[in-house]
């Protein structure tokens, strides 16, 4: 066989759209499932049974289904519950949002955790209330810690974007199989799009080795 | 004046009785030394004074002013916002000095100025300089606690605890992570700090530097207090057998 870019080239409007609808996703995915997630991860936490015992479940629930599962459920059966319309955007991004916060609140409990109690003394000898003990001194330490968990998030997070397209979102993969049906080459459109998300990805790991570096001069 | 007055209290760890009805009065001023073998539940009782552990059972009074208020249980009800307070009057300096890895000495210092109190930057970094020198660590205020020797790190403590305007501080058990030779530089930053008349507690197994810096001593055992007096009466001349073997323990190899 031979390889054929020429068609992907002249494909280069769709594939645009197709990264700025994988980015769109990402962002929203980003910011609401590792935001959620220190919520719930506080929730897990808790001592208040209140707090735990939901944020527990969340967790348990979104950990031990599939995102597939999650996506396609929001879009085909949570409109049937409820008196709304779901778009292909909004079934995808909760159903990334929710799984990354189930995992993302096991990240943050777990490197709250492992913060010294020492570290709360300190704080609340100085007469810091729990708020502020966390968000000075607790979370600024635990984070440096969970750094390299969160940045695998942030990159599993870009890959799950590749699922938006079983709602027919309009994503990277979207466009690939789109490419690939009206020219009949997969194997240069796929390969397209696997070299588009390396492009994206590689210099999200570098970003994240550089503040892992700037984190560690304290030390 | 009786700036701190402890009643009846008591704490229990699941099963075992840590505090078994102390009676403590605390005069300003005073300087008080607590003895006592590892497992008397003197660290527990330091830690109740300012609320780093609930208090079981009795009653903590500041400045006359009974703290919290009945319950149900033994156990008072502690409102945050008072433990708050108490805590900002009573300053705490602990074994492991506790410091905040992530910023510098001078970032320890200003955090309860900037963070409790509200207070400028500016004002708080002045006011964090003076407590560095004051113990002796005023080039170090951009170094981070992990390029610190151990008694520096617990002189960057202290000057944190200084900050807040304490009317009474606790130490527990200040100079026992330390390495020998570093011993004698917190001592005597504690010391300066008793010679300004300020009201102390002090957790100690330094027999030598209780009995100069204390105004009195305590000795507890088995969450009791067991004897106490001047320090010439409880180290030189206890009148009870179990500190009088607890003194022979710890001289054993002193000549």
Not at chain 1, 117 to 123: E, L, M, V
Not at chain 1, 154 to 163: D, G, N, Q, R, V
Not at chain 2, 123 to 137: F, I, P, Q, S
Request: proline share 4%; charged share 20%; glycine share 8%.
């Amino acid at each position: 066989m031979r390889w054929d870019f020429a068609s992907i080239f002249e494909n280069t409007d769709a594939l645009l759209v197709g990264a700025a609808g994988t980015l769109r996703i990402f962002a929203i995915c980003l910011v609401l499932g590792l935001s959620l997630g220190l919520v719930i991860g506080l929730g897990r936490y808790a001592r208040t049974r209140w707090l735990y015992i939901p944020a527990t479940m969340f967790v348990e629930v979104f950990r031990n289904t599939p995102v597939l599962v999650q996506i396609l459920w929001f879009y085909f059966a949570l409109p049937i519950l409820l008196p709304f319309e779901m778009s292909p955007l909004a079934a995808a991004s909760l159903g990334i949002s929710l799984n990354s916060a189930a995992f993302s609140a096991e990240i943050y409990r777990g490197g709250i955790q492992s913060i010294e109690t020492g570290q709360w003394d300190g704080a609340r000898a100085l007469g810091m209330r729990w708020g502020q003990a966390m968000r000075r001194i607790i979370l600024p330490q635990a984070l440096k810690r969970m750094l390299p968990a969160l940045t695998n998030r942030a990159i599993e997070i870009f890959k799950m974007s590749t699922l938006a397209s079983a709602v027919a979102y309009v994503e990277l993969l979207q466009q690939g199989k789109l490419i690939a049906s009206l020219n009949y080459n997969p194997i240069e459109a796929y390969t397209a799009v696997a070299v588009i998300f390396f492009v994206f990805l590689w210099p999200l790991v570098q970003f994240s080795y550089f503040l892992e570096r700037r984190l560690r001069r304290d030390e | 004046m009786t700036i701190l007055s402890v009643t009846g209290l008591t704490k229990r760890f699941g099963a075992t009785d840590v505090l078994r009805g102390i009676d403590l009065d605390v005069a300003r001023g005073e300087r008080i030394a607590i003895l006592g073998a590892s497992g008397s539940g003197k660290s527990t009782l330091l830690r109740c004074l300012n609320f780093m552990e609930r208090p079981g059972g009795g009653t903590i009074a500041l400045d006359g002013e009974v703290l919290g208020r009945e319950g149900r249980t033994a156990e008072r009800i502690y409102r945050e916002s008072e433990l708050i307070q108490v805590r900002q009057r009573v300053g705490m300096v602990f074994q492991q000095f506790n410091l905040f890895p992530h910023m510098t000495a001078i970032g320890n210092v200003m955090e309860g100025l900037r963070t409790v109190r509200g207070m400028a930057k500016h004002e708080a970094e002045a006011r964090a300089r003076k407590e560095l020198a004051r113990v002796g660590l005023a080039d170090k205020a951009d170094t981070y606690p992990a390029h610190l020797s151990g008694g520096q790190k617990q002189r960057v403590a202290i000057a944190r605890a200084l900050a807040m305007d304490p009317e009474m501080l606790l130490f527990d058990e200040p100079t026992s992570a330390l390495d020998p030779e570093l011993v004698g530089e917190v001592l005597a930053v504690i010391l300066a700090l008793a010679e300004e008349g300020r009201t102390m507690l002090l957790v100690t197994h330094e027999l030598g530097f209780a009995y100069h810096v204390a105004t009195r001593i305590i000795f507890l055992a088995d969450g009791a207090i067991h004897e106490q007096g001047t320090p010439d009466e409880v180290l030189k001349n206890p009148k009870k057998e179990r500190t009088r073997a607890f003194l022979a323990s710890h001289k054993q190899f002193s000549f």
